[in-house]
């Protein structure tokens, strides 16, 4: 049975979506509401002066959305560029804007409950306590559930949400 397949028999009206993928070995997942698309990864146009995590940009019909490589800014070393990276651009409600993501590969969707998620444990080191929403758990297997926008507040990016000439 997939983990759409289990989700959706044990989905209640307190369940949420989360769209899950992979960064190294670990497995992800944000609010599926943020996801406005997955794409292939392809090279963007670089920025001057950006933070290492920021690829560079694209125009998305007609819309300029700075790349992140979330692996990069996760702290994961020498991330590998194949035909499973793909882009997850996310329209965040924040001061973020459209933005778009880096990560190894997308799995699934996956319906999660309240008592499928627990908190994450405090630890020091990668992601800021705050940024995660908790551990989520599918059939023994563990998402990170993170909270994109934390993690992506404060670097900068959403002053290149603008309209292309």
Do not use: W
Not at 44 to 52: D, G, I, K, Q, V
Not at 107 to 128: H, M, N, S, Y
Not at 138 to 148: C, F, Q
């Amino acid at each position: 049975m997939s983990v759409i397949e289990h989700a959706s028999q044990n989905e209640s009206p307190a369940a949420r979506e989360f769209l899950s993928f992979r960064i190294g070995a670990e497995e992800y997942g944000l609010d599926l509401l943020s996801v406005q698309e997955i794409r292939g990864y392809e090279p963007c146009t670089l920025m001057a002066n950006s933070p290492n995590y920021v690829k560079g940009m694209v125009n998305l019909r007609g819309i300029i959305v700075p790349i992140v490589d979330l692996r990069v800014r996760l702290g994961v070393p020498d991330p590998s560029y194949d035909a499973l990276t793909v882009v997850i651009i996310l329209n965040l409600q924040g001061c973020t804007g459209t933005v778009g993501i880096v990560v190894d590969s997308v799995k699934d969707v996956v319906a999660l409950t309240t008592e499928q998620i627990r908190p994450a444990p405090e630890v020091g080191g990668g992601i800021a306590a705050d940024a995660l929403l908790g551990i989520g758990t599918v059939d023994g297997d563990m998402v990170i559930l993170l909270d994109i926008e934390k993690i992506l507040s404060g670097i900068g990016i959403g002053r290149f949400n603008r309209r292309a000439a």
